[in-house]
């Protein structure tokens, strides 16, 4: 039990430094993390003129 509840605050506190640091360099992700995903995963599959099945 006390090493799971160790566990947890560790990366909690990790995920806030995390968090932290985004924030400072004003998060490209934060804003719409899907839609990017979604072109950088069209541009991704698509090496050969976007023909691909």
Do not use: Y
Not at 18 to 28: A, C, D, F, R, Y
């Amino acid at each position: 039990m006390e090493e799971a509840k160790r566990l947890a605050e560790q990366i909690r506190a990790e995920e806030e430094a995390v968090l932290k640091k985004n924030e400072g360099v004003k998060t490209k992700t934060s804003s719409k993390p899907a839609e990017s995903d979604k072109k950088n995963q069209r541009r991704r599959s698509s090496p050969n003129g976007g023909t691909s099945p």
